[in-house]
């Protein structure tokens, strides 16, 4: 196989990038037509190449150039103009896609957006993201009930039965979970009343994660790794936030480029810490006073800095994303931003481990992402069923 270094974006014109994605067999799109001089020019790129890493970086390229070209950063509200709306809450975005809208930033994961990402699939390996449903002794927060599982023995043949708290291992936060603290509502003006009581209804449901899925392009950042070279150690089991400088830092030591719709998983490396408790350690730790954990540290700075990366979602192996409790230095959590500002889903506790070794040994940070939450109509959360295909 033919290996180099990837060209510059500069170097490449995007009918260079047409006639290669033209002529390969794994792409059916529609390209316009290439003169004889972009043909030998990519025929002497091809020269120097892999394939495989031409093509997802001429895919990146066109992704990159459309955005432009359809002024998508000129569409999206500037971070200094949040609320759209006199009265509406703090950073939010409601009635960007609608005053009735339910998908919220899942919005950003167009047909397009998802078959761009399909370019990412090189080899067909997969790297399941989640955690058994059983994984922890006891859910981090002890008002959880831990996972039941029940086998039936009919005779003739077995069933069983799962009684679970949908947050009490991997999961998505759902549009339902966490509201503005100072209000109480949610996305797009959703309130209590249309989640539990006698006007309750489906509106912001998890349902809509399952039936839209959570499909596009999946970057890890690889704080943990960052750190450990370093220096930098942090205690996971408090509530120590991590600036969002050290998080580009990351991002531009691993040469990652940010897309719109991208699904961003942080390793922080809460996960390996906890798996090196001993197990009464390990049943001892959501019991304490403060169940307190390391995470992304809540400043506004770092608000402003996921909304003009317009990630799709957000996940980590942490707890909760964000160091918790969140010190709201800004006046609020992102959890109140993200979920009830922007509708954009949190996914906690995710397993990063064995993501973060295959990425390390491949020197490549992106690669497709599927998960496909349970349709749970008017549910609050769910466990992901997440997998990265590389």
């Given at each position: 196989?033919?290996?180099?270094?990837?060209?510059?974006?500069?170097?490449?014109?995007?009918?260079?990038?047409?006639?290669?994605?033209?002529?390969?067999?794994?792409?059916?799109?529609?390209?316009?037509?290439?003169?004889?001089?972009?043909?030998?020019?990519?025929?002497?790129?091809?020269?120097?190449?892999?394939?495989?890493?031409?093509?997802?970086?001429?895919?990146?390229?066109?992704?990159?150039?459309?955005?432009?070209?359809?002024?998508?950063?000129?569409?999206?509200?500037?971070?200094?103009?949040?609320?759209?709306?006199?009265?509406?809450?703090?950073?939010?975005?409601?009635?960007?896609?609608?005053?009735?809208?339910?998908?919220?930033?899942?919005?950003?994961?167009?047909?397009?957006?998802?078959?761009?990402?399909?370019?990412?699939?090189?080899?067909?390996?997969?790297?399941?993201?989640?955690?058994?449903?059983?994984?922890?002794?006891?859910?981090?927060?002890?008002?959880?009930?831990?996972?039941?599982?029940?086998?039936?023995?009919?005779?003739?043949?077995?069933?069983?039965?799962?009684?679970?708290?949908?947050?009490?291992?991997?999961?998505?936060?759902?549009?339902?979970?966490?509201?503005?603290?100072?209000?109480?509502?949610y996305y797009n003006g959703a309130t209590q009343a249309d989640i539990s009581g006698e006007t309750t209804n489906l509106r912001i449901g998890v349902h809509n994660f399952a039936r839209s899925t959570i499909t596009g392009r999946g970057v890890l950042l690889d704080w943990f790794a960052w750190s450990q070279q370093h220096g930098i150690h942090i205690n996971p089991f408090a509530a120590e936030g991590i600036p969002i400088s050290q998080i580009k830092a990351v991002a531009e030591f691993q040469n990652v480029t940010f897309l719109p719709g991208d699904i961003l998983l942080i390793r922080i490396g809460w996960l390996s810490a906890y798996r090196a408790l001993p197990v009464n350690e390990q049943e001892r730790l959501p019991h304490r006073q403060v169940r307190a954990s390391c995470?992304?540290?809540?400043?506004?700075?770092?608000?402003?800095?996921?909304?003009?990366?317009?990630?799709?979602?957000?996940?980590?192996?942490?707890?909760?994303?964000?160091?918790?409790?969140?010190?709201?230095?800004?006046?609020?959590?992102?959890?109140?931003?993200?979920?009830?500002?922007?509708?954009?889903?949190?996914?906690?506790?995710?397993?990063?481990?064995?993501?973060?070794?295959?990425?390390?040994?491949?020197?490549?940070?992106?690669?497709?992402?599927?998960?496909?939450?349970?349709?749970?109509?008017?549910?609050?959360?769910?466990?992901?069923?997440?997998?990265?295909?590389?």
């Amino acid at each position: 196989m033919m290996t180099g270094t990837v060209p510059r974006s500069a170097d490449l014109h995007p009918r260079d990038a047409h006639f290669w994605l033209r002529h390969d067999t794994a792409f059916t799109g529609k390209i316009p037509s290439s003169t004889p001089a972009a043909m030998s020019h990519c025929k002497d790129v091809s020269k120097e190449h892999s394939p495989g890493s031409l093509k997802r970086f001429l895919a990146l390229k066109l992704r990159t150039e459309n955005a432009e070209l359809t002024g998508f950063t000129m569409a999206r509200p500037a971070f200094e103009n949040l609320p759209l709306q006199k009265g509406h809450p703090q950073f939010s975005a409601w009635g960007l896609w609608g005053k009735d809208d339910e998908l919220g930033t899942l919005n950003l994961l167009t047909p397009d957006v998802r078959k761009q990402a399909a370019l990412e699939i090189q080899t067909g390996d997969t790297i399941p993201l989640s955690l058994p449903i059983d994984a922890f002794v006891q859910p981090m927060n002890p008002v959880r009930k831990p996972c039941s599982h029940r086998i039936i023995a009919k005779g003739h043949a077995n069933d069983d039965e799962l009684d679970i708290n949908t947050q009490g291992s991997s999961h998505w936060d759902g549009l339902r979970h966490y509201p503005y603290q100072s209000t109480l509502e949610y996305y797009n003006g959703a309130t209590q009343a249309d989640i539990s009581g006698e006007t309750t209804n489906l509106r912001i449901g998890v349902h809509n994660f399952a039936r839209s899925t959570i499909t596009g392009r999946g970057v890890l950042l690889d704080w943990f790794a960052w750190s450990q070279q370093h220096g930098i150690h942090i205690n996971p089991f408090a509530a120590e936030g991590i600036p969002i400088s050290q998080i580009k830092a990351v991002a531009e030591f691993q040469n990652v480029t940010f897309l719109p719709g991208d699904i961003l998983l942080i390793r922080i490396g809460w996960l390996s810490a906890y798996r090196a408790l001993p197990v009464n350690e390990q049943e001892r730790l959501p019991h304490r006073q403060v169940r307190a954990s390391c995470g992304l540290e809540a400043s506004e700075e770092a608000i402003r800095w996921h909304w003009e990366n317009a990630f799709a979602a957000v996940a980590s192996d942490t707890v909760a994303y964000e160091a918790w409790p969140s010190p709201r230095a800004c006046g609020v959590a992102m959890h109140e931003v993200f979920l009830s500002g922007w509708g954009m889903p949190i996914g906690e506790s995710f397993d990063l481990e064995a993501l973060a070794e295959k990425c390390s040994k491949e020197k490549r940070w992106t690669f497709m992402f599927v998960s496909v939450p349970l349709d749970i109509p008017g549910g609050v959360a769910s466990p992901p069923s997440a997998v990265a295909i590389f």
